[in-house]
């Protein structure tokens, strides 16, 4: 399932899109602004954005930036509410990958999401490719070189969301929170555990290796 963050304050529209996209067999997740934007990405995996430009506490182009900044790869939809050159260059210039001008058409909105889909490869093959090594998302499965190997599926999501955001340091709690869940009643030290088993699996891979950070937590790195 493809999940496609909406992010837009007037909360009509906002319903409007994300009936649209489910009825598209998409899987939606609504924010107003984009600080509570940033919230659902650092705790779901998120393949598209689209996000208006005014919003309060942060608007497009700032949440923009700060996915860009972040090394957030993933295609951002832009919505405006007119259509002017210096905004679309704006948005272009902070990491915008396509513009639609109000009012929408929904039609269209999909015919363009899923076109930014395939330009990502999201489509066709959701995989993350790390040097020789492979990480195939709806397979569950490493490729490096001639081996493949099948990973239990909490141990994929934990290589697979360390390995998206390279050099990035997350903590052992929103390790938790995002893979095993906020309610999980489930001890911290299960994300050790569970990097220590990815670290043995993997420990003759000449693309990355699992970092601990000391007094915060753990980031993966390509290997020099």
Known sequence: MINILVVEDDIKLNKLFCTVLNRNDYHTFSATDGEEALKILDKEYIDLVISDIMMPNMD?????????????????????????????????LVGTDDYM???????????RVGALLRRAKIINARKIEFGNT??????????VGDNETLL?????NLLYKLLS????IFTRQQLMDEIWGMDSETDERTVDVHINRLRDRFKGCDDFQIITVRGLGYKAVKRI
């Open 134 to 143: 492979v990480l195939d998302y709806d397979s569950l499965t490493v490729i």
């Open 152 to 156: 239990p599926q909490k141990e994929f």
């Open 165 to 168: 955001y390279p050099n990035k």
């Open 60 to 92: 497009g182009y700032e949440l923009t930036k700060a996915l860009r900044d972040a090394e957030f790869n993933l295609p951002v939809l832009m919505i405006t509410a007119k259509e002017d050159f210096k905004d679309k260059q704006k948005g272009f």
């Open 101 to 111: 001008v109000k009012p929408i058409n929904v039609n269209e909105m999909v015919l």
